[in-house]
């Protein structure tokens, strides 16, 4: 576990502006004897007021987290399917079109969702994964992937193999990594002069709308806003020339940088960051706000919960997602009040849920007696 007490972005001291009390590893699915051997941490977000990134204050080790038992298979959702061939439709439109012999390098590439797009098509790939079980698929797909963890030695480890990228991709792992200046300092180092880096993540302004806390996991390190990664990248010679709202992860937030100066940029930034300061994600006042709204949210769905058992009804888990992990948890959600959680993922069926021990079954077993609720 790593603990911070200051910023990880700016090295301002944090603290952190609520709890959602002990957590487990959101995919660390597992079985009745592993249950003594649980690992578990706080999860504790804080924002920081100098430069504005959310972020949980401690983190377990990224070796628990990814390895080669990592749960999640992007290519499992068809939704994302699709929302992944138009990522990379857009890169070959909208970047690569009429470059000689490009190269593209995908973070946390998975099962190769993204890449699959530019292999088929015979472009130059790498996609950089750590959890060796879902590169393996990729690679069985003919996928040129590496198991490792991205950041500055890596970085220069690719620029001397295969030479700068004319594109770098990202889908819902950069948020995941904590030493953004080193990912940052390897992405600048990366890329051409005239490459871009294009990454989207769940987006703050959507979370504090919403009261959307599940976004809040241990993978989940940061959440970020416009605001926070104009800065942060800043800092690093990357300038952030355009944002695309996504409604991928309940809303997220795609973002496209350059080498500072190479490109214009574009009016959606500054209009973005106007909605930002309209929101009050700058403000203090703002967490402590969404800090209430996450107790009254866990308020309401407990005493339905509880209402729904006192009847005898059957309520079942529909989708055993790393999201819910910090739900059950921090509402204190039984094997009383959800009868089972039904997943499609092979890897998570016949195992426990993360601290919450709710037995995760086939969706077979949802069709088979439909239950009363879907939680
Ligand atoms: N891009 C996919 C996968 C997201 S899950 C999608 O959007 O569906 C995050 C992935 O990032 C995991 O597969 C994890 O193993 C990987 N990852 C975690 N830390 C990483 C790092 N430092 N460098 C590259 N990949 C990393
Ligand atoms: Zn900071």
Redesign the pocket.
């Known amino acids: 576990m790593v603990a911070v007490s200051r910023c990880r972005v700016c090295d301002t001291p944090i603290n952190a502006f609520m709890s959602f009390g002990r957590m487990p590893i959101a995919n660390g699915f597992l079985t009745a004897n592993e249950i003594p051997n649980e690992y578990f941490f706080e999860l504790a977000p804080a924002f920081c007021s100098a430069c504005g990134m959310f972020q949980i204050m401690e983190q377990p080790e990224?070796e628990k987290m990814?390895h080669e038992q990592?749960a999640?298979f992007?290519s499992t959702s068809r939704h994302?399917q699709a929302h992944f061939e138009g990522f990379a439709n857009a890169v070959l439109e909208g970047v690569l079109a009429g470059r000689a012999d490009p190269f593209v390098v995908e973070?946390?590439?998975?099962d190769g969702?993204?890449l699959r797009h530019f292999q088929s098509r015979g472009i130059r790939h790498l996609g950089?994964?750590?959890?060796i079980n879902?590169a393996d698929v990729a690679r069985g797909h003919g996928i040129n992937t590496i198991s490792e963890?991205?950041?500055r030695k890596l970085a220069d480890d690719i620029v001397a193999e295969h030479g700068h990228a004319d594109a770098i991709l990202?889908?819902?792992?950069m948020c995941?990594?904590p030493d953004l200046p080193g990912?940052a300092d390897g992405v600048q180092r990366l890329l051409k002069p005239d490459g871009v880096f294009i990454f989207e993540d769940p987006y703050l302004g959507d979370m504090i709308a919403k009261t959307s806390y599940d976004q809040i996991y241990d993978?989940h390190v940061f959440i970020f806003s416009v605001n926070s990664v104009a800065r942060a990248f800043a800092m690093h010679g990357l300038e952030l020339i355009d944002v695309m709202p996504q409604t991928t992860h309940g809303g997220s937030m795609r973002y496209v940088l350059a080498p500072k100066g190479s490109r214009v940029v574009s009016a959606a930034v500054g209009d973005a960051l106007a909605k930002e300061r309209a929101q009050g994600l700058d403000q203090g006042a703002t967490y402590l706000r969404f800090k209430q709204n996450c107790e009254a949210s866990r308020g309401l769905l407990m005493q339905m919960l509880e209402k729904l058992r006192g009847q005898g009804k059957r309520v079942v888990g529909y989708g055993a997602t790393s999201k819910s992990t910090t739900v059950t948890n921090y509402c204190g959600i039984t094997p009383d009040h959800v009868e089972f959680i039904s997943d499609t993922t092979p890897i998570k069926q016949g195992k426990l849920s993360p601290g919450a021990h709710i037995p995760v079954k086939p969706y077979t077993e949802f069709t088979r007696q439909y239950p009363d609720y879907a939680l």
């Open positions: 990224p990814f990592y999640f992007s994302m973070l946390g590439s998975n969702i993204m950089i994964e750590p959890s879902v963890f991205f950041g990202a889908a819902n792992v995941h990594i990912v993978e």
